[in-house]
């Protein structure tokens, strides 16, 4: 099933609808809240409207596509989204409204995503942050999502150099890591200090 509406005690985790590019053009437009974020801030309603046909929309036909908007269950208001890639990294990302940041909001959500994701047989996840964003790490740690090792990208579009942290869960209970940014960068490491998950790769 793709993007099943989810429920928690404060938000709802539905499919967007055109009422909300008005709220998301709030976050997507907001510069610092967009510092971590992968894309550049938005400068206008129509590039709002793009955005969320290329983020939400083009994906809801295929198998295995998780694109929520998060909405505040007292108004209905979206003040964020959460998504899981479908392709071989089940990437878990997340963007939230800057003021509300720190209440937990996304670590709701994404709880809720998680058993979700199990019900599905979705076998893994993975998640990555900016070094330079130790916050989005709480995250995924408080969601159960392990360290794996480090690695850096010129990251695109923002043409950037960035650390990423690779983050990991494992929802079948089986042993594994996803390689792929370990073997694809020149420059990668297991950080001390980090408790990475048995099996990560040696250096």
Same mark, same amino acid.
Request: proline residues 5%.
């Given at each position: 099933?793709? *993007?099943?509406?989810?429920?928690?005690?404060?938000?709802?985790?539905?499919?967007?609808?055109?009422?909300?590019?008005?709220?998301?053009?709030?976050?997507?437009?907001?510069?610092?809240?967009?510092?971590?974020?992968?894309?550049?801030?938005?400068?206008?309603?129509?590039?709002?409207?793009?955005?969320?046909?290329?983020?939400?929309?083009?994906?809801?036909?295929?198998?295995?596509?998780?694109?929520?908007?998060?909405?505040?269950?007292?108004?209905?208001?979206?003040?964020?989204?959460?998504?899981?890639?479908?392709?071989?990294?089940?990437?878990? $990302?997340?963007?939230?409204?800057?003021?509300? +940041?720190?209440? $937990? /909001?996304? *670590?709701?959500?994404?709880?809720?995503? /998680?058993?979700?994701?199990?019900?599905? %047989?979705?076998?893994?996840?993975?998640? =990555?942050?900016?070094?330079?964003?130790?916050?989005?790490?709480?995250?995924?740690?408080?969601?159960?999502?392990?360290?794996?090792?480090?690695?850096?990208?010129? +990251?695109?579009?923002?043409?950037?150099?960035? =650390?990423?942290?690779?983050?990991?869960?494992?929802?079948? %209970? !089986?042993?594994?890591?996803?390689? !792929?940014? +370990?073997?694809?960068?020149?420059?990668?490491?297991?950080?001390?200090?980090?408790?990475?998950?048995?099996?990560?790769?040696?250096?």
């Amino acid at each position: 099933m793709n *993007t099943p509406r989810l429920e928690t005690e404060r938000l709802i985790l539905r499919k967007f609808t055109e009422e909300d590019i008005e709220a998301l053009y709030a976050l997507l437009s907001d510069r610092e809240a967009n510092t971590f974020l992968p894309g550049v801030p938005l400068r206008s309603l129509a590039e709002t409207r793009t955005f969320c046909e290329e983020r939400f929309l083009r994906y809801y036909g295929r198998p295995g596509a998780y694109r929520y908007v998060i909405a505040l269950r007292e108004s209905g208001e979206a003040v964020g989204y959460l998504n899981v890639e479908p392709g071989e990294s089940r990437d878990f $990302g997340y963007g939230l409204r800057r003021e509300l +940041w720190h209440r $937990g /909001i996304v *670590t709701e959500a994404g709880r809720a995503v /998680i058993v979700r994701l199990r019900e599905d %047989g979705i076998p893994y996840i993975t998640a =990555t942050h900016d070094v330079n964003n130790p916050r989005s790490g709480g995250v995924m740690r408080n969601l159960g999502m392990q360290y794996q090792y480090s690695y850096e990208e010129q +990251w695109q579009p923002k043409d950037i150099p960035v =650390t990423f942290r690779l983050y990991q869960m494992n929802l079948d %209970g !089986k042993a594994r890591v996803y390689r !792929k940014y +370990w073997d694809e960068s020149e420059i990668h490491f297991v950080e001390s200090g980090l408790s990475a998950e048995a099996g990560a790769p040696n250096i």
